[in-house]
């Protein structure tokens, strides 16, 4: 029982590696970091929403984190307020009223603990299936846009004469980006999904000597992490969602602590 | 010849934050034409190319292009993540249909080659402007539009800058489109010269341009200490300040 526990545990993690590795290089690359915590914590707000009307929690997170999306995109093209003022506003005003809307529910004993930091040894089959079928999806997305995407970090307005749709693109990213945040609420939390996204990269960039290849050292660093964090928290009963990020936080001083040529 | 104008710009206004950055601005660019935009910070001229390229919407007016038309971008400043690791080649192959030998011979043309395996982040502004130019080259533009081309390159690497792009209109048959700062180097440079005030203060050529009251008046003493800029050195710098025997010389090394 314990090993088919585990197993669905790793399994989910190497889902969730699939797809944070890809997107996690671009959110360190984009300076999107911010971006990835304010979507995390709308995710609140939409498992606020879910446990009113009793819906599946990722159909509800993904549904307000699209909504979000589209709503900054729109807010940043008018350019009233700097970027991260109005990312700020978002993403506590979402937290805050998820909280405030939990706390209003009838049923009071939601274990908020679990969403604000994680359960993936609590992982049931449908969510497995759901990560599984993300986890072909975002890195097949990434693949067929690795050129825009990469030349629009490099430079958008120069991407957008080359004949690059930026927005199309732009919106295709953050909506990978929202439904990732949504899956990895369940194994590393609200709190913590954004470590996911930009620890590997941030680690993997130490030896990285091209684009594709910081990609795969994230995705190894990544897999690494979880598995260290499920195994620590099988042993030791810590939580495991705090655990993989503090081996991903381990990983990422080993590596600026070792010589760059191993 | 085809005397038609490859870009017709007609009657732009854009106004920002209740401001008009521009107003009535019309022009003609023709085919093998360099034409350059001068004028002081705030002039409109960044939001001018952006107009033109189709960045930006104007609030009124219209630029009409040929079509088919190739445009070569040569942005004024590329800022680039370190935590993002390319090299000047892999930037260079970023696009549709990008063959490795092809980008190696601009590479070789523009005199970059020996710059194509280090980080983008590492050269210095001389080899990034160059980088940037050969990128603008790579699709065998008809026009060039480039934004303050010699930003951060020394006064004898800037002088060599804009040798290089006249030679490139001339080897390419393109027009050239270019914003600038370097009053004196750009005049030797230019055929047209428009001064952008938020409109267009007065234009011409670079002769004609700089005794006219309008720039006199915009540029003050700057204006006055002008001597078209055709000296010659007995030795030669490239754009890092080292000195070279040819002009042009690539390093294959």
Redesign the interface.
Same mark, same amino acid.
């Given at each position: 029982m314990m090993d088919s526990l585990m197993l669905d545990a790793l399994l989910a993690g190497l889902c969730l590696a699939v797809m944070t590795a890809p997107l996690g290089v671009f959110v360190?690359? =984009?300076?999107m970091s911010y971006f990835g915590d304010s979507l995390a914590h709308s995710a609140l707000l939409g498992l606020a929403i879910a446990l009113w009307l009793n819906i599946a929690h990722f159909l509800a997170i993904a549904a307000v984190s699209v909504l979000i999306v589209i709503v900054l995109m729109v807010l940043q093209k008018k350019q009233s307020l700097p970027n991260d003022t109005i990312l700020g506003i978002f993403s506590h005003t979402a937290l805050s009223t998820g909280l405030v809307m939990i706390s209003l529910l009838d049923t009071p004993n939601v274990d908020l603990m679990q969403f604000l930091l994680g359960d993936i040894l609590s992982i049931g089959p449908s969510e497995l299936w759901l990560l599984a079928s993300l986890s072909l999806i975002v890195p097949i997305t990434i693949a067929l846009t690795w =050129?825009a995407l !990469?030349?629009m970090?490099? %430079?958008c307005? !120069?991407a957008?004469?080359?004949?690059i749709a930026v927005t199309r693109i732009h919106l295709i990213f953050s909506l990978l980006l929202a439904f990732v945040i949504a899956m990895g609420m369940k194994v590393v939390g609200i709190l913590l999904i954004t470590s996911l996204l930009i620890i590997p990269? $941030?680690t993997a960039?130490r030896f $990285?000597?091209?684009?594709e %290849?910081?990609v795969f050292l994230s995705f190894a660093i990544s897999c690494c992490s979880i598995l260290a964090g499920i195994l620590a928290s099988f042993w030791y009963d810590t939580p495991p969602g705090p655990s993989i990020v503090v081996g991903a936080a381990s990983l990422f001083i080993v590596a600026w602590s070792l010589p760059r040529r191993l | 010849m085809n005397s038609s104008p490859i870009i017709q710009v007609h009657d732009i206004h854009v106004k920002r934050q209740g401001k008009w950055v521009l107003q009535n601005v019309s022009f003609e660019l023709f085919p093998k034409q360099i034409m350059t935009l001068i004028g002081p910070n705030g002039s409109g001229k960044t939001t001018l190319l952006k107009v033109v390229l189709g960045l930006t919407k104007p609030n009124q007016g219209t630029v009409r292009k040929q079509a088919k038309m190739n445009i070569g971008y040569m942005p004024q400043r590329l800022s680039i993540n370190t935590t993002l690791p390319i090299t000047v080649e892999k930037f260079l192959l970023l696009g549709k249909h990008r063959k490795k030998s092809h980008v190696a011979d601009k590479m070789a043309e523009i005199g970059i080659s020996h710059v194509a395996s280090h980080p983008i982040q590492s050269i210095s502004g001389g080899e990034l402007q160059r980088v940037l130019l050969t990128r603008a080259l790579l699709n065998q533009p008809h026009v060039l539009i480039l934004d303050e081309p010699t930003q951060g390159v020394d006064v004898n690497g800037q002088a060599e800058l804009y040798e290089l792009i006249s030679h490139i209109r001339d080897a390419y048959d393109c027009a050239v489109l270019m914003v600038s700062h370097d009053l004196h180097l750009v005049m030797a440079a230019t055929d047209q010269v428009i001064c952008l005030n938020n409109h267009i203060c007065c234009s011409g050529h670079p002769n004609s341009v700089s005794q006219h009251p309008a720039y006199l008046s915009l540029f003050g003493d700057a204006a006055n200490n002008i001597a078209t800029y055709t000296h010659h050195h007995n030795h030669h710098h490239d754009i890092d300040g080292s000195i070279v025997t040819h002009p042009k010389a690539s390093d294959d090394g």
């Open positions: 360190v690359w =984009r300076r =050129r !990469l030349l970090t490099v %430079h307005e !120069l957008q004469v080359e004949g990269p $941030a960039r $990285a000597k091209s684009p %290849h910081m | -």
